[in-house]
């Protein structure tokens, strides 16, 4: 396959979750939100195991198969993706609620880092004195090694990723009534 197919087929569930986050964050400002709460609640642990798959798919078909060798920051992402399919699985077998305590800390901490990423990604001031920029000899933070519909990348794809997985969080401990 292509590399530009594939970042396509990667891209375009990303721009349909733009859309979704969007709607989800309307409804919860008007407070309109009570079948989507009990809907979030039900199913939300395999919203994350989906999300933590996927992030691991998208980013090792990046990088294994399309050679595309990750800077230092998309390892950092990677250190906070990873772990979240595998809790989520386990959590879904036990059914443990209790795995959204860890899942916040690691999309929160993940969600600055790849919020960093697209900063410097888009802003070529910001990237001549960001973090990537101390060590020349790796791949530049900068860099945008694939864009889909003008401006997703693969910072971006990872910050929606820890985006959707924080508004699943919210939706844990949100009140339905």
Wanted: proline share 4%; charged share 10%.
């Amino acid at each position: 396959m292509h590399v530009y197919l594939y970042q396509y087929i990667i891209a375009t569930p990303i721009l349909i979750l733009h859309g979704v986050l969007t709607v989800l964050i309307i409804f919860m400002l008007l407070k309109h939100d009570i079948k989507i709460t009990q809907h979030f609640k039900k199913y939300g642990m395999t919203y994350g195991l989906i999300i933590g798959i996927a992030s691991i798919v998208g980013s090792l078909g990046f990088s294994l198969g399309y050679a595309y060798a990750p800077c230092e920051l998309c390892w950092y992402q990677r250190i906070f993706h990873y772990p979240q399919a595998f809790l989520f699985a386990i959590a879904l077998y036990y059914k443990d609620a209790r795995v959204w305590t860890y899942s916040i800390w690691l999309s929160v901490i993940g969600f600055i880092i790849a919020g960093y990423q697209v900063l410097i990604q888009f802003n070529p001031a910001l990237a001549k004195s960001s973090v990537c920029s101390i060590v020349p000899a790796a791949e530049s933070c900068s860099d945008i090694l694939t864009q889909s519909y003008g401006y997703i990348s693969i910072p971006v794809m990872s910050l929606t990723f820890f985006t959707c997985l924080i508004m699943l969080y919210i939706y844990q401990i949100k009140n339905p009534h």
